[in-house]
């Protein structure tokens, strides 16, 4: 099977390649598009800023690539928020994928700190990237921006309020947390992306 993981300005890229590398897989790093677009399946990894990202994609044509592959694709921390349609961070227009805003965390309490940083158990989980066994289970985030609940909501974490820890739409997963600094759950979670979506 043929994995990419897309590569451009974010800064988790390598972290990755090694967790797929521990499930025994070898994906390509590229920015090629050509090889995007004929991989098996893509993942899109993110830590960085929005709006300087947005232009870096833009720039590269990247920004058209992405919502039009037709492959099952993965979004990871910034990359399922470029994946919506605007974030509040930097006021950036993002790819619209999903049809929902990405708003900063505020906090209401003196204990909630941002960035949410840290496990925090997922819940009502759905779709082919996650399976019951998975119910409950704690993974890894550092964020200070969240998707709000929507239709596309594919799991759930509570902090400062409930959120979409995941988000699935056709042939586009994501996840807010990261799998892979997650630990065995995490490691789950990607077999699973390339094993069932």
């Not at 994928?97 to 990405?102: A, C, D, R």
């Not at 600094?181 to 992306?193: A, H, P, Q, T, V």
Request: hydrophobic share 40%; proline share 4%; with cysteine.
């Amino acid at each position: 099977m043929n994995i990419v993981i897309i590569k451009y300005n974010a800064g988790n890229i390598f972290s990755v390649e090694h967790a797929f590398k521990r499930l025994g897989i070898e994906a390509l790093v590229t920015g090629d598009k050509e090889l995007i677009q004929k991989a098996d399946k893509v993942i899109f990894p993110g830590v960085g800023e929005a709006s300087s990202t947005m232009k870096y994609l833009q720039s590269t044509g990247l920004d058209k690539v992405i919502p039009n592959l037709t492959q099952p694709v993965l979004g990871i921390c910034l990359g399922m928020q470029l994946m919506c349609t605007h974030s509040e961070e930097g006021n950036a227009g993002c790819l619209g994928i999903f049809p929902t805003e990405v708003k900063r965390f505020i906090a209401q309490k003196h204990e909630e700190k941002v960035p949410h940083m840290g496990w925090n158990n997922i819940y009502e989980v759905k779709t082919p990237l996650f399976d019951s066994r998975l119910e409950n289970q704690f993974v890894y985030f550092v964020h200070s921006y969240y998707v709000a609940l929507c239709e596309h909501t594919a799991a759930t974490t509570n902090y400062i309020q409930p959120f979409s820890a995941a988000l699935h739409k056709d042939n586009f997963y994501a996840t807010q947390f990261h799998p892979e600094k997650s630990g065995d759950i995490g490691e789950r979670i990607l077999k699973n992306f390339i094993e069932n979506c």
